[in-house]
């Protein structure tokens, strides 16, 4: 029976499901990434590293809610966080108390973050991460990396599929007009070259430290290094996307980790515990260009923070009992993520060659990705690497059903590690990822 074919068979509920919702929703979805060919398969429940489908199925997740849940499905703390917020009431649209104590945890975690406004999604946060530098400098040029993915803002929503170039649909205004430019990530002389060509005018640089959706690829160090070299010297503000990384390699950023200090950092997922959250902040003089007291008639501050949601109680109290639990865990919790991840990687490359399938795994810690290459060359650095060298196209059709068959459910061929994810289900993953990859084999040309 074909990967496709076996998953039908497995998954009836889940099938009737997806009819129903594609007479109501485009495509069946209300995020692109959660549809996939011939269904998706409909959840009913998770906890730990694990859910089950609305067909009685039970798969280890490696999405882990978009990589948000380090510490597990249905982590007890934030269960009983959330239980004891729900008593108070789930949302006041006012200030609350739990705001102060979250934003020290975080100031404390990431020390270049003096000030920081809080917000429901990643998407707002870097959104108004743009228009602070936008703001703070009054020129009205950003660059992003080609590959990033910030969420899908107006600003930002450029060359974030392969081939990398351009706005990402129509209905999108077109680069120039909406004041964009694009960098090559890892690439010291192109980047140089878009910075010299917009000398003066930018406003800010904005980059994931590790590429997170374009392939799970770490900055070279020395690359972080230029970039904040550029930004003083042309004046404009570095602003880091740590939506991803922040608090998934370390308690606080990966910019700290690497030395390299950025003016704005924009965090999300993992400090949400799985509740809806984004945070921007950093540099206090930038932060107060939207403080609403400072600017007197006419002058007007810098709009940033909408939402009828933001700083919510339950948002507070996830994200609070996430951050202890992440603290009180300590090192240990990301040495062992680390280990864990560093074997996945290797034993699914390991698992792939002995199938005869080549394919590469990037990624860092606890995040991975893996690619089916076209050919010999396994350097894999930036997204233009997986354009031309991988066939991107197989990681979220033939292989996210051939491991679903398998029990695993991944997104772009990979995910995440939690601390649940043990010793055990690393055991259970790679037998997964071999079985896949034999079934890769039997079903398409390598
Ligand atoms: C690096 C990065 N930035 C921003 C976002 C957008 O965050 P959200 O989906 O919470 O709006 C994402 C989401 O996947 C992301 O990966």
């Not at 009737?16 to 269904?39: C, I, K, M, T």
């Not at 929503?157 to 170039?165: D, N």
Request: proline share 5%; with cysteine; charged share 20%.
């Amino acid at each position: 029976m074909s990967i496709f074919e076996t998953y039908r068979n497995a998954t009836p509920r889940s099938a009737e499901l997806y009819r129903d919702a594609s007479a109501l929703f485009p495509g069946g979805v209300s995020h692109n990434l959660r549809r996939f060919f011939p269904h998706p398969v409909y959840p009913r429940a998770a906890a730990g590293a694990r859910f089950t489908d609305v067909d009685g199925h039970t798969y280890l997740d490696l999405w882990m809610g978009h990589y948000a849940l380090i510490l597990g499905h249905a982590f007890p703390a934030v269960r009983a966080a959330l239980a004891a917020a729900l008593d108070g009431g789930w949302h006041w649209g006012m200030v609350a108390p739990a705001q102060v104590e979250l934003a020290r945890r975080i100031c404390d975690a990431v020390p270049s973050m003096e000030e920081l406004r809080i917000c429901s999604t990643g998407t707002e946060a870097t959104m108004y991460a743009v228009r602070l530098a936008r703001g703070f400098t009054g020129r009205p040029v950003v660059l992003k990396a080609a590959g990033g993915w910030h969420g899908a803002s107006s600003d930002l929503s450029f060359a974030v599929k392969s081939p990398f170039q351009g706005a990402e649909g129509p209905g999108l205004l077109t680069q120039r007009e909406q004041g964009v430019d694009l960098i090559s990530f890892n690439d010291p002389e192109a980047t140089l070259r878009v910075v010299e060509a917009h000398r003066g005018k930018i406003a800010g640089i904005i980059v994931e430290p590790m590429i997170g959706a374009g392939g799970f690829l770490p900055a070279d160090r020395a690359y972080l290094a230029l970039l904040r070299e550029v930004c003083d010297e042309q004046g404009a503000v570095l602003i880091f996307d740590e939506i991803i990384t922040g608090f998934r390699f370390r308690y606080g950023t990966l910019a700290d980790a690497y030395g390299v200090t950025p003016d704005l950092t924009a965090l999300g997922k993992v400090v949400g515990g799985g509740l809806p959250i984004g945070v921007y902040g950093g540099r206090r003089e930038i932060m107060e260009v939207a403080n609403p007291a400072l600017a007197a008639p006419p002058d007007r501050p810098v709009l940033v923070g909408g939402g009828t949601f933001s700083c919510n109680p339950l948002s507070l109290a996830g994200a609070i009992a996430t951050l202890d639990g992440l603290k009180e865990r300590g090192e240990a919790l990301y040495t062992d993520l680390e280990r864990r991840g560093a074997a996945l990687r290797q034993g699914v490359e390991e698992r792939f060659a002995a199938a005869g399938v080549p394919a590469v795994c990037t990624g860092k810690g606890s995040l991975f990705m893996t690619h089916l290459l076209k050919g010999e060359d396994r350097g894999i650095a930036s997204p233009a690497d997986i354009a031309v060298k991988t066939r991107a196209e197989i990681k979220d059709r033939e292989l996210r059903v051939a491991l679903l068959n398998h029990g695993v459910f991944a997104v772009h061929g990979g995910g995440s590690l939690s601390s649940e994810h043990g010793d055990s289900e690393l055991v259970a993953l790679l037998d997964a990822y071999a079985a896949a990859a034999v079934d890769l084999k039997g079903e398409l040309k390598f």
